[in-house]
């Protein structure tokens, strides 16, 4: 009996992601209570935790043993069960009381979520964790949406258990409603694009400056001391030290070239079309996964369809080296001008009330995506929190401007030779579109105008007014 109340934090859902979040509590001093919906990953957590995780067996044993307002983190496989779980839940809590789901969820459903638990007074938190299990463990990036009031209350929590960095801990409040999972789904949209910067580095490299897995290792290591320093870069430098203990060679060359995927890219870019926002590097290193997992149709069109004869490149390799880093730093800016240029348009369309650089700051440690560039980022909303694109800003500018004549060469260079660079490529398209005061999309209007009578409006009349032309009469 004086148990009761005595827990500050309840955990439900003990598989890895739980488990891992309610150590880290207890790491910091934390009086967690947990439940699983079967009993045995409870106890492996309870014994995991040397007894201080307070182990129940229902959902009503767990709410009871938490002090108010009590706040209750869900951990759980994303989706139906997080609405079930919720349902059960609502008739055991009270006004004031906290849920957060801390899974990958689908940000409308979050916006849902927290509308069904208003009426009954229950705060519902949806909340980014980014980092895997190693970063639950030791210190995850947390990206929170929700109410700001009662956000105070898990700050502490929050603040204890995320990552650090010099800036802080990787941890802000985001915004409300489905604002954190929002953040959390771009994060892994960019992501997406990170890694297929680096796959398409990866596959010059190799096949065009002739670089075997031990020199790739030694050139990634490099990059790693200078601005592409990142978790990314770290990791891939590991990956091509791996032997493979069945042929004696590298471990990386013995993987099957067919790129699984779960639902947050496709999410990202799903939002992005719909909401009429440009992230074409994102997008293609989608498309990279999907035409890589056609690997059957890829080799027969490999024997059937001409391209270039694939040759060494004959130059100066060192200076190839360095031509393929600044093109992979100068994507990565874009990339980030892309997913930020997302958050922002949703941000100021629902009335989140985003910081972009803030969000650059947590997203600064304990994720995958933590890189040094990101301070740069920060530094550029700081000058200026309403910049319209993230390649406005002066210090993003001068990072661009003494690669992007690498960038193209390295474009070139990959189509001369025939080799797929989807992402560095729509990235830079993206920047020279952007740059462009003058599209083709006149004719564009004029097309649609000519087929469709949709109309157009005239350079020279800034009043807005539409007129119709008979074009093919
Ligand atoms: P998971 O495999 O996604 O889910 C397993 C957990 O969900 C188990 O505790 C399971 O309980 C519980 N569960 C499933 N259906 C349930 C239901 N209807 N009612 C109650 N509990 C139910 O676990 P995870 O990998 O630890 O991930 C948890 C969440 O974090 C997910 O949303 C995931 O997307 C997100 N996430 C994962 C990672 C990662 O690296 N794994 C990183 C960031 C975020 P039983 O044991 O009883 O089946």
Redesign the pocket.
């Known amino acids: 009996m004086t148990e009761k109340k005595e827990y500050e934090f309840g955990v439900?859902?003990?598989?890895?992601?739980?488990r891992n979040l309610a150590l880290n509590m207890t790491d910091h001093g934390i009086r967690v209570a947990v439940y699983?919906?079967?009993s045995e990953?409870t106890e492996t957590a309870v014994k995991l935790s040397g007894g201080k995780l307070h182990g129940t067996s229902s959902l009503v044993e767990l709410v009871s043993s938490l002090g108010r307002p009590r706040k209750i983190l869900l951990?759980?496989?994303?989706g139906?069960?997080i609405d079930?779980?919720m349902e059960q839940l609502a008739p055991l809590l009270d006004a004031g009381d906290i849920v957060i789901d801390?899974?990958?969820?689908w940000y409308e459903d979050t916006r849902r979520r927290e509308k069904n638990y208003l009426s009954a007074g229950i705060k519902f938190f949806g909340v980014g964790?980014?980092g895997?299990?190693d970063g639950?463990r030791h210190g995850p990036s947390l990206m929170p949406g929700g109410d700001r009031t009662a956000y105070q209350a898990l700050k502490p929590v929050f603040e204890a258990i995320a990552a650090r960095t010099e800036s802080g801990p990787c941890v802000t409040y985001v915004g409300p409603d489905g604002a954190g999972h929002f953040v959390k789904m771009v994060h892994n949209g960019i992501e997406y694009a990170d890694m297929q910067f680096i796959a398409e580095a990866y596959h010059l490299l190799k096949d065009v400056a002739g670089l075997n897995p031990d020199k790739l290792e030694d050139v990634f290591n490099e990059w790693n001391l200078g601005p592409l320093e990142s978790f990314l870069i770290e990791i891939t430098a590991k990956i091509f030290a791996v032997k493979d203990p069945e042929s004696g060679g590298y471990l990386v060359d013995q993987i099957l070239d067919s790129a699984e995927q779960k639902g947050t890219g496709l999410w990202t870019a799903r939002v992005a079309l719909e909401q009429g926002v440009a992230i074409p590097s994102i997008i293609a290193a989608i498309d990279a996964r999907a035409l890589s997992s056609r690997k059957a149709e890829r080799v027969r069109a490999s024997r059937l369809l001409p391209g270039p004869k694939l040759t060494r490149h004959m130059g100066d390799t060192r200076k190839l080296i360095q031509q393929i880093h600044d093109a992979l730093l100068a994507s990565k800016v874009v990339a980030y001008a892309q997913g930020l240029s997302l958050i922002g348009t949703l941000s100021s369309r629902n009335a989140w009330g985003i910081d972009l650089g803030e969000i650059a700051r947590i997203w600064k440690g304990g994720c995958i995506i933590r890189a040094r560039l990101l301070d740069l980022v920060t530094q550029a909303y700081d000058r200026d929190n309403a910049l319209p694109n993230l390649l406005l800003d002066a210090g993003i500018r001068e990072v661009i401007e003494s690669r992007q004549v690498a960038w193209r060469e390295v474009v070139c260079l990959a189509q001369t030779h025939g080799i797929p660079v989807p992402a560095m490529a729509s990235g830079l398209a993206y920047y020279d579109s952007y740059r462009c005061a003058e599209l083709p999309q006149n004719l564009i209007q004029a097309q649609r105008d000519a087929f469709g009578a949709h109309t157009y409006r005239r350079k020279d009349d800034g009043s807005g007014k539409v007129i119709h032309t008979e074009w093919l009469d």
């Open positions: 439900i859902g003990m598989a890895v992601m739980g699983n919906r079967s990953p951990m759980i496989k994303a139906e069960a079930a779980v801390g899974g990958n969820s964790v980014s895997g299990v639950a």
